[in-house]
């Protein structure tokens, strides 16, 4: 065990093995974790749609989806005021920036809060904060005070709110439904999302055009009060099936959990994978479609841009309930890797593509790919994190997973800016591609190593 932060000093056993011991908060009335196998028929296979049938879960997911969308009203409305008042395109930039780069330098030490602390409390600080956000939007724009400064600090503190928002969030996940039924719960929590992020646009603009922006900022606020009302009465608090200390949350302390998961191909082969898609494609598909609109010759290019929007976002919703409703793909490394790959060649189609049809069909094959890499990926990482460590865990999948998408403008917009639109996604995509497949390779001895049924997630 780590004195300092009390990590055990070992790779973490098998999943199955972890999951098959006594749920340590089953003495507080959760039901005790039923014996799991390896995923390859000595348990029985989890329900269907399990996270929905689960009444402390439901509602967690519900919440989570609303406030998603209010996530997302938040930047329709206040991107629409800042460039009215601003016309910045380094404000524009600033804008992603601000919204990614805390999930990079922040989420593994917000892990390392929802380690030691309640994560209900945790949640509950984050969606105060949003809160308190979109309010002080409310406020400067009833007040006609807006200033550069004042937005450059309000975007910060939305990323703040989201970085600290994700360990905590996922970490309940498991405490709700135990580690048999986690992949029904990741899978969900991340249709969900999507559904949010598809609302999102579309509530955002009735507000809106219905309300102005100082009203409709400050009717968002109330999109996020049933996940925090919700969290006010749930009995879960992100602990009560894993043990583990209490670590210290200091920076060095957070981050020395890499050195516990670094003999740990298979979590580092998750993260590897989750980084590759943030890095090499990330926020950039939706920066570029503009230009691909054009490039289609449709008469009505509104149009033509907002069904592209739709495609890829509806893509990830349909892959969510597809995958919860057959049960046919397991988390494992193999279908990780299988489902990244897919979404690199989906990708790069469609940065070659001059047919608009296909376009839409390669961002829904895209959609679906990339909500079944993320929910594999994170389902794997949950269950072979330690306990006592796993948020810390989260946070570091977190920062791959979101932070890097920090450097997709760079990837995809500076060799834009040399080459083109089209090349330098199609370059980004088959990068994403080259990259997969050597993950794959590195990974492949972990897979043929005696404990290669370590790969899959137990009871999936």
Do not use: I
């Given at each position: 065990?780590?004195?300092?932060?009390?990590?055990?000093?070992?790779?973490?056993?098998?999943?199955?093995?972890?999951?098959?011991?006594?749920?340590?908060?089953?003495?507080?009335?959760?039901?005790?974790?039923?014996?799991?196998?390896?995923?390859?028929?000595?348990?029985?296979?989890?329900?269907?749609?399990?996270?929905?049938?689960?009444?402390?879960?439901?509602?967690?997911?519900?919440g989570t989806g609303l406030a998603m969308m209010a996530d997302n009203v938040e930047h329709v409305i206040t991107y629409w005021v800042l460039w009215q008042v601003f016309e910045s395109p380094a404000l524009t930039g600033f804008q992603v920036i601000s919204h990614w780069l805390p999930f990079l330098l922040l989420s593994v030490w917000f892990g390392g809060l929802?380690?030691?602390?309640?994560?209900r409390?945790?949640?509950?600080?984050?969606?105060?904060?949003?809160?308190?956000?979109?309010?002080a939007w409310g406020v400067l724009f009833l007040t006609d005070s807006l200033?550069?400064?004042?937005?450059?600090?309000?975007?910060?503190?939305?990323?703040?709110?989201?970085?600290?928002?994700?360990?905590?969030?996922?970490?309940?996940?498991?405490?709700?439904v135990g580690p048999r039924e986690l992949p029904s719960a990741v899978r969900l929590n991340a249709t969900f999302r999507n559904l949010g992020v598809l609302c999102g646009p579309v509530v955002g603009s009735v507000l809106l055009i219905g309300l102005g922006p100082t009203a409709g900022i400050f009717v968002n606020v109330l999109f996020y009060l049933p996940l925090t009302l919700f969290l006010l009465r749930t009995r879960f608090t992100g602990h009560t099936r894993g043990?583990?200390?209490?670590?210290?949350?200091?920076?060095?302390?957070?981050?020395?959990?890499?050195?516990?998961?670094?003999?740990?191909?298979?979590l580092v082969s998750m993260i590897a994978l989750a980084g590759l898609a943030s890095l090499f494609v990330g926020s950039s598909l939706g920066a570029v479609m503009p230009v691909f609109v054009d490039d289609f010759g449709l008469s009505d290019a509104g149009l033509a841009y907002g069904m592209l929007l739709l495609a890829s976002g509806v893509g990830g919703v349909i892959g969510g309930v597809l995958l919860e409703a057959t049960g046919r793909i397991r988390p494992s490394v193999r279908a990780a890797v299988a489902s990244t790959a897919l979404y690199g060649a989906a990708v790069l189609g469609f940065a070659l593509t001059r047919s608009f049809p296909l376009a839409l069909v390669l961002l829904l094959a895209g959609g679906v790919a990339n909500l079944a890499s993320m929910s594999i990926g994170q389902t794997i990482v949950q269950l072979r994190a330690p306990?006592?460590?796993?948020?810390?865990?989260?946070?570091?999948?977190?920062?791959?997973?979101?932070?890097?998408?920090?450097?997709?403008?760079?990837?995809?917009?500076?060799?834009?800016?040399a080459a083109g639109m089209r090349w330098s996604l199609g370059v980004s995509a088959a990068a994403l591609c080259a990259g997969t497949a050597l993950v794959a390779v590195l990974t492949r001895r972990s897979r043929e190593a005696p404990e290669g049924a370590d790969d899959e997630a137990p009871g999936s």
């Open positions: 065990m780590c004195s300092s932060c009390g990590v055990p000093a070992h790779v973490p056993p098998p999943p199955a093995a972890r999951a098959s011991a006594p749920a340590p908060g089953a003495s507080r009335g959760s039901a005790a974790v039923p014996p799991v196998g390896d995923g390859t028929g000595g348990a029985p296979a989890p329900r269907r749609f399990a996270a929905l049938r689960n009444p402390d879960c439901r509602p967690y997911l519900f929802a380690d030691r602390f309640d994560c409390r945790v949640v509950q600080a984050a969606q105060l904060l949003f809160m308190a956000v979109s309010a200033t550069m400064w004042a937005a450059c600090v309000l975007l910060v503190l939305h990323g703040v709110a989201g970085s600290l928002w994700t360990p905590g969030e996922q970490l309940l996940l498991y405490d709700f043990g583990g200390g209490r670590p210290r949350v200091g920076l060095v302390e957070s981050l020395r959990v890499l050195r516990e998961v670094r003999g740990d191909r298979t306990d006592g460590a796993r948020g810390r865990v989260l946070g570091l999948y977190g920062m791959s997973a979101n932070g890097l998408r920090v450097g997709s403008g760079l990837t995809v917009g500076v060799l834009g800016a």
